[in-house]
């Protein structure tokens, strides 16, 4: 059986996701990196293989891709214990993982980008400072249920907390201070406290 093959950008939060489950599933894949900064996602053979032009994307088999993070989070996860069995717990991670890809990482991710890894924090600091407020409300809402929550699902580490760990742990990069958020810090260590974890830089 061939490898599971992961189209990524290291930097990449949304394929940190994908590489930290694959690890602590203990899940051997290849890994191929496009520097989305030289426009290598936007080449007509990737285009072949997401057409919306974006890391990550899994290839499954020869032909047969998946992107969309969260959506890769949930395909493999699917029968292990990162993915709840309990129909209501598994409609509360999707709930967790929407909130991520909408109120979540368009503020925390695309800050990050702009001042981290465009190194453009003059030339958009405009928008940087629209993304303030919508950044702060998420972090406001995660921090409220983590004061009595020990993870988002189940009080039990799932890839709700996955998803909503890869930016949150590094939005210091995005211009956001997580001191304020006792709860969010102490969910922060219980998550690098889990088996096999591995950092944003690892491979």
Request: hydrophobic share 40%; proline share 5%; net charge negative.
């Amino acid at each position: 059986m061939e490898l599971l093959r992961l189209y990524d950008f290291l930097p990449s939060g949304n394929g940190y996701k994908i590489r930290l489950l694959f690890t602590q599933l203990g899940m051997p894949f290849e890994r191929v990196e496009l520097n989305i900064l030289k426009g290598e996602t936007r080449t007509p053979e990737f285009l072949s293989k997401n057409p919306n032009g974006k890391i990550p994307i899994l290839e499954i088999e020869p032909g047969q891709y998946l992107a969309e993070s969260n959506a890769i989070l949930v395909y493999l996860s699917e029968g292990t214990e990162f993915l709840p069995y309990d129909r209501f717990l598994r409609a509360q991670v999707l709930q967790w993982l929407f909130f991520e890809q909408y109120s979540h990482e368009p503020f925390i991710a695309t800050s990050r980008f702009w001042i981290s890894i465009l190194g453009k924090t003059e030339e958009y600091s405009e928008a940087i400072k629209e993304k303030r407020e919508p950044g702060y409300a998420a972090l406001s809402l995660m921090e409220k249920h983590l004061t009595s929550n020990t993870f988002f699902v189940g009080e039990r580490y799932t890839i709700a907390d996955i998803a909503l760990f890869a930016y949150t742990h590094v939005a210091d990069e995005g211009g956001f201070d997580l001191t304020p958020f006792s709860a969010i810090q102490a969910w922060i260590k219980r998550v690098k406290a889990q088996p096999r974890y591995i950092s944003i830089t690892e491979v």
